[in-house]
């Protein structure tokens, strides 16, 4: 027999009969068997068969339906259907024309802004159908549910769901669901078109001057969907996929991402009630972290700790923090993240499940099409094709454009399926060459900003990154950070030192301009490791002076950044190294003036600027001196500390690609920092106004937040609170952006005071 399942005639079934009537009867008369011949074949009596044609038996059994569907010889497909419309009979019960109704949870929580935009759009007159899309599990029926609930007095004439059954192996045929649909909203079964376009006109016309609301469950796609859209006013159909269906016209598609941080704690609050959460605050929380703001994830969370009243929510949050149990974890009963997730990967080809497991090896966040490409060896214009339609099958995220991120839990079920499906051996190729190309890629675009003399990238397949400008340079290396920073543990544990440290070195530069960054500590401590490694004791000092720069100018961990500079003096003295020598005594000063030591300070930066004189580095010395100019003042010697720093201005400071003006900027600062020591108010107020923010340093807000919070105290002394107040805000909140704590609060300290002035 073929997979064809027979359209209804009018004389098919008397008036009153039910959906699964309406087929069986079809069915049996595409195989040209009587009742008689059926009953014999089956073993069910006639009796029994008449009763289900005319529908007075609404719901047959499984054993029943699976011995109708042998007598009939109906293939897999055929006898799936035919059992669906038997469970939909005995879910149903009431009358033959009640509707399928969804089930509604009394916990239900968030989704305010869908529900909103839900309701304007079923009661407004220009839209007649909205794709209610996102992945698996994140409570798209749910929220239909609620919707249906709360929009039930805008629709009069009442609601009819169908489950479409989208991410089944068979998914519901449009013809079969049209049947279900008229039978429902109480059109005779006896008098259902056999002719498809017909039988479209006939539910159209069933909803044409009606307040109907029509739920569409689950669908697959857009041919299995569009004959079930109305084309009249009044009615309106809600449609869960998770898919946006991006093939239909006319509809609205609201994308259903997870919950928020803070629906995700109210979730599990109300699922276990108030005296199982009294004081587990901090383990609910993370609880809706470790189930990455999944409703399902959270409604198993809360069903397994209802179901062990014992259990304290502290202790699964000790269960699932380790990533191998934690999808094994989020089962309850028959509620499990895995199978979820496994139903829209199974839908996938080869190609595509192949990229989704590889992209569980990125070490960062989110990724693009250059990169994912390296997992699987296609072109980057064919992966993003396939990136956008793991997006479109909800496994993938396009968090901006061009940049695809998995959910956490779907990264833990795709590392899972690359375990199960690939060899460890060519994991770990796949691994290996991503690091390689990450690594080289960085090294190609930090190259850009270094100065002249800096390696070329190393050669191996297949081909890096390479920028056609600064601009292009800067973008991939802030866009990838996080993945070329963690290729590097992969090259360390493969023993790619010299592969690290020529990363490390054209980077050197570059890590200037975004000093924030904390994958500067994660560069240069494996830079360390791998000169350590490599027995170069050069590049070892060369490396923990970075480090200590990391430390001090990056996370304001001054006595870390000392001890690493003291460890950095004797490899550079041991190899005679005085250039390192004196960034070493460079870093010991700033740290020095960090911990509040500036007469330490003092003292390491002059040694630094007497040995950068011997060696000519214009570079080295010109920051040592304005960091000795720093220490001059802070020890009380403002005036010596405004002459060195004024002296400075106009000294070239190397070929480094923007470094002069930048440090030009510093030093107006400084020196403007001077003149407030002096409490020349005016002068200093004059000179920090002409500090610039210079496009090629566009990360360095320290520069940024030092000059509001001076110009800020300069104005308070000259009178003028309003737009001191301006810039005393303006400082207080760039502090608290990168963490200095002590200048916030020297700032908030200035918005106190001019509190009570008018």
Request: hydrophobic share 40%.
């Amino acid at each position: 027999m073929t997979s064809h399942v027979p359209e209804v005639s009018q004389s098919d079934v008397p008036h009153g009969g039910t959906a699964f009537g309406v087929m069986l009867r079809s069915l049996r008369r595409a195989a040209r068997l009587t009742l008689e011949e059926l009953s014999e074949a089956s073993g069910v009596s006639v009796r029994a068969l008449g009763d289900l044609e005319r529908g007075r038996s609404r719901g047959p059994q499984r054993r029943t339906v699976d011995a109708l569907a042998a007598a009939l010889r109906l293939d897999a497909e055929q006898g799936e259907r035919l059992r669906r419309l038997a469970d939909a009979g005995r879910d149903r019960g009431g009358p033959p024309a009640s509707p399928y109704l969804l089930r509604t949870v009394p916990d239900f929580t968030g989704r305010k802004q869908e529900l909103a935009d839900l309701e304007a759009l079923a009661t407004g007159t220009r839209t007649r159908a909205a794709v209610l899309f996102g992945p698996g599990g994140q409570g798209k029926t749910t929220l239909a549910a609620e919707a249906v609930r709360r929009l039930a007095g805008a629709f009069p004439d009442g609601s009819v769901c169908v489950p479409l059954h989208g991410m089944s192996d068979s998914p519901l045929p449009a013809a079969e669901a049209l049947v279900l649909l008229l039978t429902a909203l109480g059109h005779p079964a006896d008098r259902i078109p056999v002719d498809p376009v017909a039988r479209e006109a006939a539910y159209r016309a069933a909803l044409a001057g009606r307040r109907t609301l029509v739920v569409l469950d689950d669908a697959a796609d857009e041919t299995l969907t569009r004959p079930l859209l109305p084309d009249a006013e009044g009615s309106f159909v809600l449609i869960t996929s998770r898919r946006p269906l991006a093939g239909l016209e006319g509809v609205r598609r609201i994308r259903l991402g997870g919950l928020s941080g803070g629906e995700s704690t109210r979730l599990l609050e109300r699922i276990l009630g108030t005296p199982r959460t009294d004081g587990q605050s901090e383990a609910i929380t993370r609880l809706s972290e470790l189930c990455g703001h999944l409703p399902l994830a959270l409604r198993i969370v809360g069903n397994r700790l209802s179901s062990r009243p014992s259990w304290t929510p502290a202790r699964l949050v000790g269960q699932l923090a380790d990533e191998e149990r934690r999808l094994s974890g989020l089962v309850a009963g028959d509620l499990a993240v895995r199978s979820a997730l496994a139903l829209s990967y199974g839908q996938l080809t080869p190609p595509h499940r192949r990229l989704l497991r590889r992209l569980s090896l990125v070490p960062g966040h989110d990724t693009g099409p250059d990169l994912a490409a390296v997992l699987t060896g296609e072109d980057p214009l064919t992966t993003e094709d396939s990136l956008d339609l793991l997006v479109d099958r909800g496994l993938l995220e396009e968090t901006t454009p061009g940049r695809y991120a998995l959910h956490d839990l779907v990264r833990l079920f795709a590392r899972e399926q690359l375990g199960a499906e690939e060899p460890e051996s060519v994991t770990e190729s796949v691994r290996a060459r991503m690091a390689d190309w990450l690594l080289r890629s960085a090294s190609a675009a930090g190259r850009r900003f270094e100065a002249p003399g800096a390696p070329e990238p190393w050669a191996g397949e297949p081909g890096a990154f390479v920028p056609g400008s600064d601009a292009e340079a800067e973008q991939w290396l802030t866009a990838e950070r996080s993945n070329w920073a963690g290729a590097l543990a992969v090259m360390f544990a493969a023993g790619r030192h010299t592969e690290i440290l020529h990363a490390s070195r054209t980077l050197y530069w570059f890590s200037d301009r975004w000093s924030q960054w904390p994958e500067w500590r994660t560069l240069f401590s494996h830079g360390v490791r791998s000169a350590a490694a490599l027995g170069d004791r050069a590049a070892e000092a060369h490396q923990l002076n970075c480090l200590a720069w990391a430390h001090s100018v990056g996370a304001y961990q001054y006595a870390q950044a000392e001890q690493l500079a003291r460890q950095a003096l004797q490899p550079a003295s041991e190899t005679g190294d005085l250039d390192q020598q004196a960034w070493a005594w460079a870093y010991i000063s700033g740290a020095c003036m960090g911990l509040d030591r500036p007469a330490e300070a003092a003292e390491a930066a002059a040694r630094a600027s007497r040995l950068f004189e011997t060696t000519g580095d214009s570079t080295g010395k010109a920051v040592s001196q304005r960091v000795l100019g720093t220490a001059l003042r802070a020890s009380g010697r403002g005036e010596e500390a405004l002459a060195l720093h004024r002296a400075l201005l106009g000294t070239r400071t190397g070929d480094v690609p923007g470094l002069n003006e930048f440090a030009a900027d510093l030093l107006r600062c400084e020196t403007a920092r001077d003149l407030l020591a002096l409490e020349r108010w005016s002068e200093a107020a004059d000179t920090f106004r002409t500090v610039g923010t210079p496009s090629d340093h566009a990360g360095i807000d320290r520069l940024r937040a030092h000059t509001s919070l001076g110009l800020a105290t300069a104005l308070e002394h000259c009178g003028d609170p309003a737009e001191a107040r301006e810039h005393y805000t303006r400082a207080r909140e760039l502090f608290t952006q990168f963490g200095d704590t002590a200048s916030a609060a020297e700032a908030a300290a200035g918005l106190e005071r001019l509190g009570s002035v008018t």
